[in-house]
C-alpha cells in the first residue's frame, strides 16, 4: 500500500479522533446481532476476543520480525479437549432418582441398581431430546471408564439450573447456589485430579430445582500443554484510540512499530455499504531503529465465529478467485433460522477470511492446537478442505525487507448468513443479496476494490461526527456519542421485507431477545435520525405492517415482533399500551420535523389515529402497567408515562398541522396543553415533579419532556424544564443520575435524554460527564451497559443494546433548532 493510505486510515486528527485509553469493550467487528466481536481488555493481547455475549470468538494477531515472533491480537484461549464428554459433544445416560437416596449416595461403591437410567441433558424444556425433570430434586451418577490418567489441566464442564453440588469418586469438587445458564469450566485441583483412577469413576451429583427451570448436564474437560515451540513474545502496545468507525492499536515489537485498525465501515449514507458483512483488519508496519528488519504477518480467526457452541462441528475449505484468496467455513449442520433466544450465536451461514490476490498471501487451515506453532514454526499447512470442531482459518503476509517507510496489508472477515430473518414466516435474505446476481465473493472483492476509498471516507466521517458531537455538548459528551455509534448499529439487521420495504430490524440484546422490540427503537431512534432516517422508518415498518395488515388487532402499538430472529408477532408476554403507542407516534413526528414533510405520517394515518384516541383516553393517567423502564417493575399514575403521552398527542397534532388538518391539529393540539396545565398541578412536589400522581416524597427522571424540546411543541414552560434540572443536580451520584427515587441505578441513555432538557449548558455538562466516568472507569468489562449502578459504576444488567443510539438526543437537538 502506498505509504498516504497509511497516514489516511491511522493518522490522529485534532479532535476528530477519541484517544481512549480505556472503554468497557473494544469493538474490532461490527455487523450485526450475529457477527460481533469485541475486545474485553484494555491490551488486545489479554483475553480472547469474544462475541458481545461473552462467548470467546478468537482473532489472533502476530507478526514475525527477524524470527521473533510478537503477539498483537488475542491471547490463547483454553483450548478443551472432552475427557468425559457433556450432551452437547456426544450422547450418554446416567442413572438418576427424584427421590432422596440413602446415604453415601456420592460413594462409587454405592448400589444404585434401583435408580433410573436416562439420557442426559435432564430438564424441564419438553423440546430437547434427555430425561424430563420437573421434580424439586435430582440425583445423578455418571459412570465412565478411563484407559489413563495423565492429564495436564482438568475441568469439571456443568451446566445446572438450581443449585449444584458435585463429587468425583466421593470427594467434593464443586458447590454452588444460583444456576448457570450456559455449560462453565470449573478448574478442578491436583488433589481432586488424584482421584481419578484407570477403569471405572464415578461423577454424583445432586441439584435444587428452587424456582424456574431445571436442568443438568455434567462432564469433565482437559487442558493440554501448550505445544512446544510456541513461545512469543507480548508486543507491547502503546495506544488504543476509538472513533465512530474504527478502533486502532498501536504496538513497538522490538525494533518495528506496528498499527492494528479495525474498520467496520458503517456510513449510514451508504446502506450498501451498511448491509455489506465485511470488516477490514489492517496492519501497518514500520522499522524504529534505522535498519531494515524482515517482517511477517498472521492473521487466525476462529471458526467459532460461524457456531452456536464450540462443540458444533464445522467445515473449511480454502479456495481463489481471480481477485482474492479465501478461507470459508461453517457448521456441518447448517441449522438455518432454526434457533430464537438472547443468548445464542450464529450456527448457519458461513465465515470468511478473503485476502487481495496480489498480497501472495500464505492461507490454509488448522486445528486450534496447531495454529500458533504453524507461524511460529513456518509448518504452513497444505490442507484445502477439512471439518473438525474450533479449526482457525490462517493468514500470513510476508512484507519482506521493512524499514523506516511502512508497509501495510489488509485482510478481510465477512459473514454470509444465506437467510437472515423470518419475517411473519417468510425467510428473509439479507440487503445486500436484493441484487440476485450478488454473492459474498463480489461483496468481498467490492469491498477489496473499495478499500481505500472506504478507509478515506471513514476518517472524514470520523472528524465530522466528533466535531459536530462537541459543537452540540461538549467533549465529554462527544467521547461518548463514538462509544455508541458501531453499537447502535450493530444491535439490528437490515433487509426488505415481501412488501419492498426497508426494515432495519433491532435484536433487544441481553434483556430478552426480541426482535424490533419498540421501546428499543424509541430510544436508538436519535442518531438514525441525524445520520438517515431511513434506517429509523425501517425499525417502525414491521410494526405499522403488524397492525395494518390486521395480524395485531389491539388500538395500541404492539411490543415487539417476535424473538430474534423470528419476527412472526410478538412474544413478549405483557403489552405496554401506552408506552408503545406513544413512542410510535413520537418516533413518526420526529421524522417529520427531520425531513421537512409528513409524508411518511401520511402513509399511516389512520393507524397512528387509532393509537393516538387511545392516548386521550388512557394515557394521561396511566393504569398499573409496565413502560420501557420495565427491569423497574409495574407502575401506576406513572408521571413520566404520562408525560409520554402527553408530547405522543402533541406530536399527532404537530403531523396534523404539516398536513394542512387545521381542525385536527388544533383539536389534539388543545387536548395536549390541557393535559401538560394539569400534569403540572397534580405532581407538583414544590421543587421538583413526583415519580407518580399519587405518591409524594418521590423523584425520577422526565426523559420523555425532551421531545417537547426537541420537537418545539412548546406544551410545557420553560420553569418546567428548569425546575426539574436544578433538582436532579443535586441527586447524583459518582456514576450518574439514578433513574428514579427507588434505586440508584440509572439507564445511561435517560440520562442524556434529560441532560438535554437543560438550557444552561454547564448544567448539561455536569450531568453528562458521570457517565463518561462510568464508560471510562466501570469494572464491568462488556459492550457498553445502558444500564448501571450510579454508587459504583457496575452493570446492572443489559449490554451491547441499540439503545445508546439515544446519546444522539443532543446532537439531534442542535440540528433541529439551529
Excluded at 756 to 764: E, P, Q, V
Aim: aromatic share 12%; net charge neutral.
Amino acid at each position: 500500500m502506498k505509504k498516504h493510505l497509511f497516514l489516511l486510515s491511522c493518522l490522529l486528527v485534532g479532535k476528530a479522533l477519541l484517544a481512549q485509553q480505556k472503554a468497557p469493550a473494544y469493538p474490532l467487528i461490527t455487523h450485526d446481532p450475529y457477527f460481533c466481536i469485541w475486545s474485553t481488555t484494555d491490551q488486545l493481547t489479554a483475553s480472547p476476543t469474544k462475541h458481545w455475549t461473552g462467548a470467546e470468538q478468537s482473532l489472533t494477531g502476530m507478526i514475525k520480525v527477524d524470527d521473533k515472533t510478537y503477539r498483537v491480537l488475542g491471547s490463547e484461549g483454553k483450548s478443551f479437549e472432552s475427557v468425559v464428554p457433556t450432551s452437547d459433544e456426544k450422547s450418554y445416560v446416567a442413572k438418576y432418582t427424584e427421590t432422596e437416596p440413602a446415604e453415601g449416595w456420592e460413594q462409587e461403591g454405592f448400589n444404585d441398581a434401583t435408580w433410573k437410567t436416562g439420557t442426559a441433558p435432564f430438564a424441564d424444556n419438553k423440546s430437547i431430546k434427555g430425561t424430563p425433570w420437573f421434580s424439586k430434586n435430582i440425583w445423578v451418577r455418571r459412570t465412565f471408564t478411563l484407559s489413563q490418567t495423565n492429564f495436564n489441566k482438568l475441568y469439571l464442564k456443568i451446566k445446572h439450573d438450581d443449585n449444584a453440588e458435585v463429587y468425583l469418586n466421593g470427594e467434593k469438587v464443586y458447590s454452588y447456589v444460583g444456576w448457570l445458564g450456559k455449560f462453565d469450566y470449573i478448574p478442578l485441583e491436583d488433589a481432586i485430579k488424584s482421584k481419578l483412577k484407570k477403569g471405572k469413576n464415578v461423577l454424583a451429583i445432586h441439584v435444587a430445582n428452587t424456582a424456574g427451570g431445571a436442568w443438568l448436564d455434567a462432564g469433565i474437560a482437559n487442558v493440554p500443554p501448550p505445544p512446544k515451540n510456541s513461545e512469543t513474545i507480548l508486543g507491547q502496545q502503546k495506544s488504543v484510540t476509538i472513533n465512530a468507525t474504527q478502533t486502532i492499536y498501536t504496538f513497538t515489537c522490538g525494533p518495528v512499530d506496528a498499527t492494528l485498525t479495525f474498520t467496520s465501515p458503517l456510513l449510514m449514507d451508504d446502506l450498501d455499504l451498511v448491509a455489506r458483512p465485511v470488516s477490514y483488519i489492517n496492519y501497518s508496519v514500520k522499522s524504529n531503529d534505522g535498519n531494515p528488519h524482515d517482517v511477517q504477518l498472521y492473521f487466525g480467526a476462529s471458526t467459532n465465529i460461524a457456531v452456536d457452541i464450540p462443540s458444533q462441528v464445522v467445515t473449511a475449505q480454502k479456495y481463489t478467485t481471480p481477485q482474492l484468496s479465501i478461507l470459508k467455513a461453517g457448521t456441518v449442520e447448517q441449522p438455518v433460522l432454526q434457533k430464537k433466544g438472547d443468548d445464542l450465536r450464529i450456527d448457519w451461514g458461513y465465515m470468511y477470511v478473503a485476502a487481495p490476490a496480489a498480497a501472495k498471501a500464505k492461507q490454509y487451515i488448522t486445528a486450534e492446537s496447531l495454529a500458533l506453532t504453524s507461524f511460529t514454526g513456518n509448518s504452513f499447512s497444505p490442507a484445502v478442505t477439512t471439518s473438525g470442531k474450533s479449526l482457525v482459518l490462517n493468514t500470513v503476509f510476508d512484507l519482506g525487507k521493512v524499514n523506516g517507510t511502512a508497509k501495510e496489508q489488509f485482510v478481510m472477515l465477512g459473514y454470509d448468513d444465506l437467510y437472515s430473518i423470518q419475517y411473519f414466516k417468510q425467510n428473509l435474505k439479507p440487503w445486500w443479496k436484493n441484487d440476485p446476481a450478488q454473492t459474498i465473493e463480489k461483496q468481498l472483492t467490492t469491498a477489496a476494490a473499495d478499500y481505500a476509498s472506504v478507509t478515506e471516507k471513514c476518517n472524514a466521517f470520523n472528524q465530522s461526527l466528533y466535531a459536530d458531537a462537541e459543537a452540540a455538548g461538549g467533549k465529554a459528551y462527544a467521547d461518548l456519542c463514538v462509544l455508541a455509534y458501531r453499537q447502535a448499529i450493530a444491535a439490528h439487521k437490515l433487509v426488505k421485507s415481501p412488501q419492498g420495504e426497508l426494515l432495519f430490524l433491532s435484536k433487544e440484546n441481553f434483556s430478552n431477545g426480541s426482535i424490533n422490540t419498540v421501546d428499543i427503537t424509541y430510544p436508538s431512534a436519535p442518531m438514525f435520525l441525524v445520520y438517515n432516517p431511513d434506517l429509523l422508518k425501517g425499525m417502525l415498518n414491521g410494526i405499522f405492517y403488524y397492525s395494518e395488515s390486521g395480524k395485531w388487532a389491539k388500538p395500541f402499538a404492539a411490543h415487539d415482533l417476535g424473538t430474534y430472529p423470528l419476527a412472526n408477532g410478538q412474544t413478549y408476554g405483557e403489552d405496554m399500551p401506552v408506552e408503545e403507542s406513544g413512542n410510535m407516534i413520537a418516533a413518526v413526528a420526529a421524522i417529520a420535523k427531520i425531513e421537512g414533510n409528513a409524508e411518511y405520517a401520511k402513509k399511516h394515518w389512520k393507524t397512528l389515529s387509532t393509537w393516538v384516541n387511545f392516548l386521550v383516553s388512557d394515557g394521561f393517567d396511566p393504569a398499573n402497567q409496565l413502560c420501557t423502564d420495565d427491569f423497574a417493575g409495574h407502575l401506576a399514575r406513572n408521571a413520566n408515562l404520562s408525560m409520554k403521552a402527553i408530547v405522543g398527542i402533541g406530536g399527532y397534532a404537530m403531523l396534523a398541522d404539516m398536513l394542512g388538518d387545521k381542525a385536527t391539529a388544533t383539536k389534539y393540539n388543545t387536548i395536549a396543553k390541557d393535559m401538560a396545565a394539569k400534569w403540572q398541578t397534580m405532581c407538583d412536589e414544590g421543587d421538583h415533579f413526583a415519580l407518580t400522581f399519587d405518591k409524594g416524597g418521590t423523584w425520577s427522571q422526565k426523559y420523555n419532556l425532551v421531545w417537547d424540546k426537541v420537537l418545539g411543541l412548546n406544551l410545557f414552560p420553560k420553569s418546567v424544564y428548569d425546575k426539574e434540572i436544578k433538582y436532579y443536580l443535586t441527586k447524583q451520584n459518582e456514576f450518574g443520575l439514578p433513574l428514579d427515587s427507588r434505586k440508584t441505578y440509572t439507564k445511561s441513555d435517560w440520562i442524556i435524554w434529560t441532560a438535554t432538557l437543560a438550557y444552561d449548558a454547564n448544567d448539561f455538562n455536569a450531568l453528562v460527564a458521570p457517565l463518561l466516568k462510568y464508560a471510562t472507569e466501570t469494572p464491568t468489562r462488556v459492550p457498553l451497559s445502558d444500564w448501571h449502578e450510579t454508587t459504583n459504576g457496575k452493570q446492572v444488567g443489559f449490554q451491547a443494546r441499540s439503545v445508546v443510539g439515544g446519546y444522539y438526543m443532543k446532537m439531534l437537538e442542535k440540528k433541529l433548532n439551529k
